[in-house]
């Protein structure tokens, strides 16, 4: 099939290459709370694909089951496989999957408050001995020209530009693959925009993969070759962005509703689900 005709019907193209394959995984916390349920996906090499959902579905988690972060908060894969580039990532220590190629960039923005923007950098360099950490923080700051010129701690950044150092952070350790926990969080319309355009650059230039999780969709679908929208620790529906930007109940969902509307999105959400999903 094209990419055109497959854009079109939703379905995907047979020919990229899949960079990470999570397979049927389950995911347990504290030994006895399940919150990923059988969860698959799969991102292919040089592409923005979108991990929507609302709040509580298991999208952090599943960033954290890859990234081998869940270790530092008591949770487990008890069940399935995830695979970077055909390797299995499965209960590997998150340094030694950073040094593989993976790099997540935390919800909220965890930076270093009392470090400043380029000892954050710096740090985003642990995994490396090479001497071309200098010329790399020259190019994040060809991407976030402010941060340049913020030489105080970091804690003193707004948010936006806090959210920049993040991702700044995360290039210099030359990822393949970027996880970003909601980048939009907090931000304003026009920050928003300005990180998501980064977003777009930092994948075409340098061809980094991004697994992208977001709340707010219509962003991330329009950044995105392909989505995935997930409930209570599944995926529920997925298709090329083109095709979920365009789905009645993603519409519904994900993409209408301020303030009045999303009140009563919940019933009917659930009703819908149960009708179209189950
Ligand atoms: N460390 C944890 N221990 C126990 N339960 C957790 C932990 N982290 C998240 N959860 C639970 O897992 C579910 C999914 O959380 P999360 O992955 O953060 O969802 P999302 O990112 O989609 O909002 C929620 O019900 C949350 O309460
Ligand atoms: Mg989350």
């Known amino acids: 099939m094209s990419e055109a005709a497959a854009q079109q019907s939703g379905t995907r193209r047979e020919t990229a290459a899949p960079l ?8 347990v916390y504290s030994e006895v709370i399940l919150v990923l349920r059988g969860l698959s996906l799969m991102v292919p090499k040089g592409e923005i694909v979108a991990l929507l959902g609302a709040n509580g579905a298991g999208k952090s988690t599943t960033l954290k089951a890859i990234s081998g972060l869940l270790k530092t908060e008591e949770g487990e894969v008890t069940r399935g496989d995830i695979l970077f580039g055909g390797e299995r990532l499965n209960g590997i220590d998150p340094d030694r999957i950073v040094r593989r190629g993976i790099f997540q960039v935390m919800e909220g923005r965890r930076i270093i408050a009392d470090m400043t923007c380029l000892e954050n950098l710096r740090l985003g360099a642990f995994t490396r001995s ?13 991407y976030f020209p402010r941060l340049r010129e913020r030489t105080g701690l970091a804690g003193y950044l ?20 970027i996880l970003m926990d909601e980048p939009s969080m907090g931000l304003s319309p026009l920050l928003v925009k300005e990180v998501f355009g980064i977003i777009r650059q930092l994948n075409r230039d340098l061809g980094i993969t991004i697994l992208l999780v977001e709340q707010n969709a219509r962003m991330a679908l329009s950044v995105a070759s392909y989505g995935y929208v997930m409930e209570q620790g599944k995926v529920v529906l997925d298709g090329t962005a083109a095709a979920l930007a365009e789905n009645e109940d993603v519409k519904e969902f994900y993409l209408g509703g301020h303030g009045a509307e999303r009140k009563s999105f919940r019933n009917l959400k659930s009703y819908k689900r149960r009708k179209r999903w189950l």
């Open 20 to 27: 990470l394959e999570v397979k049927n995984i389950e995911v």
């Open 130 to 142: 090479d001497n071309e950490v200098r010329r790399d923080i020259d190019m994040v700051y060809g």
């Open 158 to 177: 707004s948010g936006g530009e806090q959210q920049m150092l993040a991702i700044g952070r995360a290039l210099m350790a030359r990822p393949k693959l």
